[in-house]
């Protein structure tokens, strides 16, 4: 990879990795530990519950989970700690300064597999890019542990747009392979979203997952035989309070406040729910005709997988008809919502049987509000 003359400046995806923890925990263990903790909690307190000084809590259910988001289980990093009602939170030991971190150790294994299926070798990447929304210390950059564990020369730094950072990783790779600034491009995101989740709060205890993924996002002109244009991209940030989370090293500023449950993920789901849905529809199908697409001709979607709903909302509205499982796939069910690796994880695992020359839409909504678009097409 050393003939520049053979750079195009055009964009492609060419491969996508994925790394999938081996721990699942079921709706059914979820809400049996959950029941548990609220059970306990309601012993504990029954005098104060009976005098009206302390609120009684409210079981889970998995009919309520599975119904309001069509999740069913989720991948985790340490499922014991989390299902333990004493807990309801992951634990693993410290790890030194010498050790790979944990977002870097599997961000590695998802950018290991996406070379592999490019055919790519480590030491011809220019750049790392770890777009996701849970870092896991400010510095250094878990992009350049992971660049030196991968033997990269070049760059890398960390981004956070919470669920759209995969998608803004993208655009911004697409656009150092636009100016020239870069032949290939690694976009990581690892999610390690048990630890923002407040696996006590029974409105969002069953919402989230872990996960990592990788981008290869390169120049045309070195990419392998079979990959994907990126045709346009698009991204957009409108300000909500509606998903928030308050955890930051200003805390310290007001000791009273650490600690509290706002410095976990909160939400306003049914408000999320509502003003995202139309936000990203519209996005999509006037950014669609802007590149000359027609959106109803997107042979499929893959979408940010936060709510079943919602997906059916935006790819009916795109589509024009309620989309199929093959035209809007789900991976939900079994990750839940991985935040920015969502839309990643589904393009990744079900976009092998299109065709070249199909269209498609990678597109993530989330905390911010934030949503991007990466429209691509197939060349094999
Ligand atoms: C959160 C939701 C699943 C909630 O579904 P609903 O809106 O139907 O539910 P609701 O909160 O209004 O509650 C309806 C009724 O169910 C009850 N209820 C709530 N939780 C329950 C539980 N665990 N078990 C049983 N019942 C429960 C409520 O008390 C209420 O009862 P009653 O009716 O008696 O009052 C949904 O709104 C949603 O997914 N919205 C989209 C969220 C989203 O996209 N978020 C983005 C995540 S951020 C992201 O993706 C990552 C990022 O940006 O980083």
Redesign the pocket.
């Known amino acids: 990879m050393t003939q520049s003359e053979k750079l195009t400046g055009r964009p492609v995806i060419s491969a996508t990795g994925l790394f999938t923890p081996s721990d699942t925990i079921t709706n059914e263990e979820l809400?049996e530990s959950?029941n548990r903790y609220v059970e306990r909690h309601n012993a504990d307190n029954a005098a104060a519950i009976e005098a009206g000084d302390v609120e009684a809590l409210?079981?889970?259910?998995v009919?309520?989970?599975e119904?309001?988001?069509g999740i069913k289980a989720r991948h985790v990093m340490a499922k014991g700690p989390i299902l333990n009602p004493e807990i309801m939170a992951p634990r693993w030991p410290e790890r030194s300064n010498e050790e790979l971190s944990m977002l870097a150790e599997i961000g590695v294994k998802a950018a290991r597999q996406a070379l592999e299926r490019a055919g790519r070798d480590a030491a011809e990447v220019d750049a790392v890019l770890c777009a996701a929304?849970?870092m896991e210390r400010p510095y250094p950059a878990m992009a350049i542990e992971i660049q030196q564990e991968l033997g990269i020369d070049g760059f890398g730094f960390d981004m956070n747009v919470?669920?759209?950072s995969a998608t803004f990783g993208i655009q911004t790779a697409a656009d150092y392979i636009r100016s020239g600034n870069a032949r290939s491009v690694l976009v990581i995101s690892p999610e390690i979203?048990s630890g923002h989740l407040n696996w006590r709060d029974?409105?969002?205890?069953?919402?989230?997952g872990d996960v990592a993924t990788a981008v290869l996002v390169e120049d045309a002109g070195i990419a392998p035989a079979t990959h994907w244009d990126i045709l346009g991209t698009k991204l957009k940030t409108v300000f909500s309070n509606n998903?928030r989370n308050n955890f930051g090293f200003l805390n310290r500023a007001s000791p009273a406040g650490e600690g509290k449950a706002d410095k976990l993920?909160v939400?306003e789901?049914?408000k999320?729910?509502k003003e995202?849905v139309p936000m990203v529809a519209e996005m999509i199908v006037t950014e669609a005709e802007n590149f000359g697409l027609d959106p109803q001709g997107l042979r499929r979607l893959w979408l940010?997988q936060?709510?079943a709903?919602?997906n059916r909302l935006i790819a009916q509205r795109v589509l024009g008809h309620e989309a199929t499982a093959d035209e809007s796939p789900t991976v939900l069910d079994t990750y839940a919502?991985t935040?920015?690796a969502?839309s990643i994880i589904a393009f990744h695992k079900h976009s092998d049987d299109l065709e070249a020359g199909d269209t498609g839409l990678i597109c993530s909504?989330?905390?911010?509000y934030?949503a991007g678009a990466v429209f691509v097409r197939k060349v094999a």
């Open positions: 809400v959950f409210q079981t889970s259910s009919e309520f989970i119904k309001a988001s929304s849970n919470a669920c759209s979203t029974r409105d969002s205890h069953f919402i989230f998903i993920f939400q789901g049914r999320v729910f995202v940010h936060a709510n709903g919602m919502n935040s920015s969502g909504f989330g905390a911010g934030s």
